[in-house]
């Protein structure tokens, strides 16, 4: 730690295991299980921005999904101790992710960055933006004087973020993302061609029918049913607040070079 320069696939598998980031990561599953149930009893909490319906009533369904995208332990009758994120899958979604972010360098898109994990994941955001700002593509400012009843939506380092008490603010609401949206619409400006996010700025943002990609815990499942629906674009699964936000470099680096990707850093 850290590994110079970008990580080989295998380099990058074992990174995210050593640093948890994948792999057994801290999140119990007495957790993950407990906020499966919430989603499919209807808590909109656990919706994060989303639509669902009642389309994801049963909790085992839900860890069917799970287990499928993410690699939690597919055993219903697992209840309690160490859960698990899937390093491979990990990284077959950055690579799908990258995918999308070469067709927005390719096109000079219009792209908007936003996240509800700022400890954690606010610096993956703004080297990606970075990246994607020296390729030509339009980093999207967002209105000003925006709020919500969580408190105010403003955008530090290219990254739209939830401030409270002079706090940059955890939030899995989508009601940040959907005040950004409207308040581009209210001043004739376009929508973005695509959000890269987290939380429930993604999944507004998909819900509202723009082309949507995020970073997602094993204990967040909304994004991951967005996924399997086709609502967002990829998810990627990851523990999103580990004991450094350095950890995350490696990922950063091989996601930018996967895409073709590079910043003045």
Excluded at 122 to 145: K, N, S
Excluded at 203 to 220: E, H, K, P, R
């Amino acid at each position: 730690m850290p590994i110079p320069g970008t990580p080989s696939r295998a380099d990058l598998l074992d990174h995210l295991v050593q640093t948890r980031i994948a792999g057994e990561v801290a999140t119990p599953r007495e957790n993950n299980l407990s906020h499966y149930r919430k989603l499919a009893n209807g808590d909109r909490n656990f919706w994060l921005g989303l639509e669902l319906g009642d389309r994801w009533t049963d909790e085992q369904d839900v860890l069917a999904v799970m287990a499928e995208r993410c690699g939690v332990n597919d055993d219903p009758e697992y209840r309690y101790g160490q859960d698990t994120i899937d390093p491979e899958l990990t990284v077959d979604a950055l690579e799908r992710m990258a995918g999308r972010l070469r067709k927005a360098a390719a096109g000079r898109q219009r792209v908007l960055f936003a996240t509800g994990h700022p400890g954690g994941l606010l610096d993956v955001h703004r080297a990606t933006a970075a990246a994607l700002r020296a390729a030509g593509c339009e980093i999207v400012v967002i209105p000003d004087g925006l709020t919500t009843d969580e408190g105010y939506v403003f955008q530090f380092a290219d990254v739209a973020v939830l401030e409270h008490g002079a706090t940059l603010w955890h939030t899995h609401s989508g009601e940040p993302m959907r005040a950004i949206l409207k308040g581009l619409e209210s001043e004739g400006r376009p929508l973005p061609d695509l959000v890269v996010a987290d939380h429930g700025w993604a999944g507004c943002a998909g819900q509202l029918g723009v082309d949507s990609m995020g970073y997602a815990d094993c204990n967040d499942p909304a994004l991951f049913l967005a996924e399997a629906e086709g609502t967002v674009q990829v998810t990627v699964p990851m523990d999103d607040h580990v004991t450094s936000p350095r950890h995350y470099d490696p990922m950063t680096a091989y996601l930018l070079d996967a895409a073709g990707l590079t910043t003045n850093e």
